[in-house]
């Protein structure tokens, strides 16, 4: 078997895939137009290919993509439900897609108006009381919500220095207090997998700025006192941020401003079902109550009598964290999707993401450890423990093995503070048909742990490629292709 | 319920197994006292067709650039994207997956990845480029950051002729880390390379190129500036198809580039999404933010792509990673690679040299208008500012009425720059689009003239 | 060249490789006389953006469904697509497939076909149904050929109350043949069933159902009248979601069915390409035109599909085949199945109840209006003939401007109805739209009798 | 290994697919709209799925076909060449795609205004006087020509009683000849593989209504004595009509008018690079000579000042061979392609289709038979005869062998005069290097059925499915799935 073609080595010097028009304007030697030393001495490497090879290449390259459209997609944490195709012909609309950011006010009122009434329905679901549509993921919606609360204590005069995380909680949130300038504390998890209460106490004070608090939590557990947590938390004057990952589990049930939270990030590209694309774009928008709305990034989107604006003057705004208005074709997709759903239709969404999880965890639970062994929200966390010291086969290579009956893995080795990880979210769009599919799968690889191991450990066997080396891709960085000499 | 397949029959026997009575046990875990005790108060739901309507209804209600001649640019390019770009990107394999965690089943998507990387390195004569960042503005944020970790150094230098939202981004994303931003005034449109702009606390140099104004400035100064005192060179760019025709940062010294990637084959999307591109030199690559697509082999020998050089990520290092980012721009990535594969060397070349052939076309005519002129006397690309007779935001209001985007004001990012308008010509104007265009700026202008006359 | 690939150096290599000098050489046994010794006339050559952009502008000069309500059917029909069906149909894989001839690598186009067939029996209660037609008008002709050819018999009776475009294909493929079409006259927008409309030497009895005026015809009457003779009944349809409520023809006792299947998730396009959907009797399966795809084994014993019984076809039997027909309409077939898939038994009675609902509130209102009415009594499914008080012609006109597009005038095809409009209502009108409808019907109405007046 | 699901088999009751709005009017009780014994007493059974398992199904449908956007397709006489992508935009714009066929005459002065013009372009192409659109594919072209030449004898007062056909002629000629009422007389070809004048002498006869030529024929080779045929022809009276589905060998070289064809017919989705979709829709324009043009279906587009028109006022037509006016959206696409190209490029079109053939034809003719061995056009015809003789493998099965090596197989047994033919046609739009990997691959084949025969008789080996039962099918048809009981 030989490897799959790059493009470049499709590469025919001459060869074209474009049809681009004839300059129509007068030809003016290059010279008059530029100074000679600012002209390009070579031309970039790129491949020369026919349009027809280029399609052929991307084409089964797709072929070699694992997608939802294809198949279940149980990536704990990362919400894998249905995008429906209704999305992309929204999203496509030429009043949409080919609009200017900079076209006048009074020229993009459609866009304004979705901007806003998209605004309307979040700050609904999740009972706060302010919106910014701008950040272009979760993580950046992390970074919008820290420098809000930075700006907002630097408003009182107050200079707090540290942001409580949960040893649970996902990567960007620590990473995120780090480029917010905070020391991070880490808060231990207590044995029935809700946030220790006493550790909590311990860390809490007039430095803390923030507890980053992820609701249900990456065990796919409802925080149990998470009144009682915000009532500590609000006691010191720090404020409660929601990592709304996983918000699809309480959608219409449980609002996280009535939780005592004061500003959260939601992942559109999650609960609101915009496509993940191969790793993004995304949209994180970020809600507040009202007392941190002044410092929001500009511009917000505001509605004056049946005008709409953006308004930029927001003397206490944290600023831009990027260019424009935010990752507006997602925006469309969310809002095609709030409005497809209705009230009625997200709670459902929550209920029976809820639902599949807590059947998959009770139909694998006799195979496979789950540690915190009680009723989930939208996932659960399993664990390969018991196959590692049973047949020393690791939770990497059950994943891998999974990958051969059809199935992509659940999210493996987070949180952090499971041994050998399995994350499983179900999501309310598969059907019991296919969680039953993914059940006997799972079985069947404990089975093969007991009796074959080495087929799991050097598993995948059907995909494209083999198991692949990541050691020596760190060892030896190959990060692009090299024309040759 | 739509979307959930879910039959009531279905539910009751789901119940059954996980032994609860009704779905309502499975909240038992939420405290009363945080329930939502009523239904959402949310708009009426709407049937597919409807909501396709609904949304038509706000779309048409937008002046798009099918209906406006498009002659802004400013960070968001109206560039041609040729069917097959996302006739290809949006394919659902594409569309629908997540980050690829599996490599083995998602090497479409890495290999996609590593090409885009190479390509891009290419275009900007860069030695090693990520696999995205959110945005341009975004990436120029991250750049700096970069910066200070690579030199321990707590200064950045900057034009005041990068654009205006990226300077913005900037003092965000450098501000709580204690970085102090210093601005260079521009002259003429153009950034002089000085040596007093610099000392041994300088941490990076930032300059676009060509620059907010349309301007080329002199990189290869400021390359020479800062790294004289050991300082680093950024440069940024909102427009990587200049260096289809122009020399590449990579070639004029730049040690790291944070561009925006829109105009490779990506919408314009009311401004998103877009593409942050952020590309530097081997050595820094350990310093990098967002991820890597490296090449490596199966069990069987055969090449195959990975995420790699993870340590440096937030999942891996937490609060001591390169960055937060996570979810980045992957699908406009795969967009630019696509792009790129069809243009190819002689295409980007093409494009770069319709833009500047065009722009100058009517850079030539707008310097003949009276009252009107071009206001800086710099070699510029696809973009120059346009000195208006009155101001450029009442200019852009009239001439939209005859169909023309006629470009940005400037008085809203530059003190006292209320007459001066920044104008961009791609290669979807056409010279009769061009030649109406000065038409309409020249009516509107006597308009204008004539009214400021009056009120005197 | 656009599209093509091979560079000059590579065309020296091919011509080497062949032997030959020039590609002028290739073409040595092309008589001189017969050559074009000059260029081809034709339109200046355009770039990809200039003819999307010429294209589009000959597109924004057509007042398509998205810019006047359409409340006309007459064989084509505005039912909601959902976006689901072209991005699954329009896949490369699918869209840029020939005619499965390698059965193992086309077992995705042979098996949707399949389940193409299996939908349409289903929906029409058929037993068997072919891979598609070029259009429902061709697939009646064609069912006409089927028929002679199974009964040995010459002679056709056919309805007028058939769509008359129809019966113009009907008479352009059976006339050649020496087939005899004998049109019956509809009595009140239906076709009484009339046993001496029929003898021995009788083929088929043809009627529409619903037909061309919207009504309900009396098709178990007409199977009886025609069984007894020992004819066939073959039933026209121009849109058969109508039988996600009504009893289905096979279920009425139909031998042929010959209908149009663009209602099923294929857009307008201005009139094709379309769907025709021919279905029968098993045992009359053998005397069918057209594909068929049968499910066999592999030489494991796996499932998989063919295209079989292909001695009927012109590839195999040359003159002596059931029809001429090679390449289909099997991209629309394709998009019909996803269509029905989507929409599922419930998803089609509830398309068919909102048309007959809506239609029925137009109809209703209709007959309010005074100087207009119904024309016909019988009952109706989404259409029907509205009486006119001035030629319906004008009347479109004149309601077009305000937004509608009103109906089909029927004087075109049958004289002495100048005055008498066809309009059909879909599940995508709403309320809102029938009742501004109504108004305009309504002032265009009286302005008509005014100007009549005024005449007098 | 089981079997691919049926769409039927998913099907699970009560679950939905679609999201249809609830009625807005009056619910008025059904009965009393239409009479309770026309109301459908059993549901039709159809499938009960959700999008995501629909999105899913045909998704994976796909994966299981092969199309040029996937591999070389060098199905002679098919002319699979390179579809567009920007075809498709175009033929999507709602300006086409929602446009109504019966909307008012002034109110689609753009889409009259395309069809005329594309009219104008492919006259000047064939050097024919006028044309007809309304033909949905080639066969379809080929009953309007002869329903044109049978009126065009009826209106002498002239009733002609046979067709005659080259005996290398597409199965449809005589089909279609059948279906106009003619006898059809088979001419055979000579051993240069064009027709046999002498035999076509013996036929010829004022009883003769049209002798059909295939030029370039199915052989791939162009008639060399065309005009003296033409000659012939005329000198009885008879009409000369050209199936120009091998219209891609001369586009800009040689015209059929010039030729002395009087009508013919196109396939816009051969020549014109029109998708084929699996099977169609296609286009099959016919063009004719003036003395024709009276006979032409109903209507024909006609240009008055600047407007456009529908003309049904002509007393002499066949009528009408479909509704409406033909496939348009495919006109659409073939206009699109015409002008991208425009004259050199469809000249340089035909140049490099002879091109890639004869570069195949030279490189295959050592390993496989080639009968006419002499410069092709567009095509040529292979024999796997010395494989037959040799090896015992038959065509079929090489064929068959082909699809493992990635590409689709040639055209097989036809045309009908070459025995265990191969009919070879690599198009304009293919590269060099395609060409190469495909001659390696038959080469390769060919030493397996010295080597191994039994490996190729029993290919295909890496497909979806193996060898298929075709007789089983045809001896016990299963054309449709049957629900349960
Ligand atoms: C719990 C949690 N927090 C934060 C993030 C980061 O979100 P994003 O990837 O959109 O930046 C994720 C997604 O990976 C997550 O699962
Ligand atoms: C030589 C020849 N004639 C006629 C036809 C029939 O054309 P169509 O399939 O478009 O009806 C074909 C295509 O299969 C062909 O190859």
């Excluded at chain 1, 002209?39 to 052929?56: G, H, K, T, W």
């Excluded at chain 2, 706000?58 to 041609?80: I, M, P, Q, S, T």
């Excluded at chain 2, 010294?253 to 990506?266: F, K, R, S, T």
Aim: some cysteine.
């Amino acid at each position: 078997m030989t490897d799959f073609p790059l493009i470049f080595e499709r590469s025919v010097s001459g060869r074209r895939g474009y049809g681009l028009p004839e300059p129509d304007v007068p030809a003016r030697p290059l010279e008059e137009l530029v100074p000679h030393h600012a002209l390009r001495q070579r031309p970039p490497a790129l491949p020369e290919v026919s349009e027809l090879e280029v399609v052929r290449h991307y084409t089964r390259l797709s072929h070699r993509n694992y997608s939802i459209d294809e198949g279940f997609y149980p990536l704990g944490s990362c919400t894998m439900k249905y995008n429906p195709k209704l999305h992309e012909e929204a999203g496509r609309l030429p009043g949409f897609s080919r609009l200017h950011p900079y076209t006048p006010e009074e020229l993009v009122q459609g866009a304004l108006q979705l901007l806003w009434e998209l605004g309307e329905e979040l700050r609904e679901l999740a009972g706060m009381d302010a919106v910014s549509l701008q950040p272009a993921a979760g993580a950046h919606g992390e970074l919008v919500g820290l420098l809000v609360v930075r700006a907002y204590f630097a408003s009182r005069g107050e200079r707090r220095s540290k942001v409580l995380v949960p040893d649970s909680a996902h990567g960007t949130n620590p990473a995120t207090a780090a480029m917010v300038g905070y020391e991070v504390v880490t808060v231990p998890s207590d044995p029935r997998g809700n946030l220790d209460l006493r550790a909590l106490k311990q860390h809490l004070d007039h430095h803390t700025a923030a507890l980053m608090l992820t609701n249900p939590n990456t065990l796919g557990l409802f925080e149990e006192h998470v009144d009682r947590i915000a009532e500590r938390v609000h006691a010191v004057g720090a404020q409660m941020y929601l990592d709304g990952a996983n918000f699809n589990a309480m959608v219409g049930i449980t609002r996280p401003g009535d939780q005592g939270f004061d500003v959260m990030h939601m992942n559109l590209h999650k609960t609101f079902s915009t496509p993940h694309g191969g790793g993004g774009p995304g949209a994180g928008v970020v809600a507040v109550k009202a007392h941190l709305e002044p410092f929001l990034p500009v511009p917000v989107v505001v509605r004056e009598a049946d005008r709409y604006r953006l308004d930029f003057d927001r003397p206490q705004s944290v600023g831009r964290v990027r260019a424009f208005y935010g990752n507006f074709a997602n925006l469309v997709r969310a809002y095609a999707y709030l409005r497809t759903l209705g009230a009625d239709g997200l709670r459902a969404v929550a209920e029976h993401a809820v639902l599949h999880a807590n059947y998959l965890r009770v139909r694998l639970a006799p195979y496979y450890d789950v540690p915190y062994d009680r009723i989930c929200k939208h996932e659960f966390v399993a664990s390969g423990a018991r196959q590692k010291k049973r047949d020393g086969v690791t939770t990497r290579d059950i994943a891998k093995r999974l990958l051969d009956y059809g199935f992509h893995a659940p999210t493996v080795y987070f949180p952090l503070i499971v041994e050998e990880a399995l994350m499983v979210e179900p999501t309310e769009t598969e059907s019991l048909q296919t969680l039953d599919a993914f059940v006997e799968a799972m079985i069947a690889i404990d089975r093969e742990c007991r009796e074959d191991p080495e087929r799991v450990r050097t598993a995948p066997h059907t995909t494209p490629v083999g198991r692949l080396d990541e050691v020596r891709a760190a060892r030896h960085p190959d990060l692009r292709w090299k024309p040759g000499p | 319920m739509r979307y959930i397949p879910t039959t009531p029959e279905e539910r009751r026997r789901m119940l059954e197994v996980i032994g609860v009575r009704s779905v309502e046990d499975l909240f038992a875990d939420v405290p009363q006292s945080v329930r939502l005790g009523r239904p959402l108060r949310l708009r009426p739901v709407l049937s597919d067709p409807e909501v396709l309507r609904y949304l038509g209804g706000l779309a048409e209600r937008n002046a798009h650039a099918d209906r406006l001649a498009c002659f802004v640019g400013a960070g968001a390019y109206d560039h041609f994207v040729p069917p097959a770009v996302w006739q290809l990107a949006g394919r659902g394999e594409f569309l629908t997956a997540y980050t690829p965690y599996q490599a083995e089943v998602m090497q479409g998507e890495l290999q996609a990845t590593y090409e885009y990387q190479t390509m891009v390195c290419e275009l900007l004569g860069m030695e090693v480029a990520n696999a995205s960042m959110y945005d341009g503005a975004s990436a120029l944020g991250e750049a700096a950051v970069m910066a200070r970790d690579l030199t321990g150094r707590d200064r950045v230098v900057v034009s005041q002729a990068v654009h205006p939202e990226y300077r913005q981004v900037l003092r965000t994303y450098t501000e709580p880390l204690g970085i102090q931003v210093v601005e260079r005034r521009h002259e003429g449109g153009i950034t002089p390379a000085d040596p007093r702009a610099v000392d041994t606390r300088t941490a990076a140099v930032v300059v676009q190129h060509p620059n907010f104004f349309g301007c080329l400035e002199d990189v290869r100064g400021w390359a020479e500036v800062a790294h004289r005192v050991g300082a680093l060179l950024v440069v940024a760019c909102s427009d990587p198809l200049a260096f289809g025709l122009l020399e590449p940062p990579g070639a004029l010294g730049a040690d790291i580039v944070a561009a925006e990637g829109q105009p490779l084959g990506n919408p314009l999307n009311f401004g998103g999404p877009y593409l942050g591109i952020i590309a530097t030199r081997n050595k820094f690559v350990r310093r990098m933010p967002g991820r890597l697509v490296g090449a490596t082999v199966d069990r069987y020998g055969r090449r195959g792509f990975v995420l790699t050089l993870q340590t440096r990520e937030q999942h891996i290092r937490r609060e001591k990673a390169t960055s937060n980012i996570c979810t980045n721009e992957a699908l406009n990535a795969l967009a630019a690679a696509v792009y790129l594969s069809l243009l190819g060397p002689q295409g980007v070349r093409q494009v770069a040299e319709l833009c500047l052939r065009k722009a100058h076309y009517l850079k030539a005519q707008v310097a003949q208008l009276e009252g009107v002129g071009v206001l800086f006397a710099a070699p510029t690309f696809h973009e120059f500012v346009v000195r208006t007779p009155r101001p450029a935001a009442a200019l852009v209001r009239a001439v939209a009425r005859e169909g023309f985007l006629a470009g940005l004001p400037l008085g809203r990012f530059y003190r006292g720059m209320q007459n001066a308008l920044l104008v961009c010509v791609t290669e979807t104007r056409t010279r009769d689009e061009i030649d109406r265009f000065v038409e309409a700026l020249a009516r509107a202008s006597r308009r204008g003239r004539a009214a400021v006359g009056g009120r005197r």
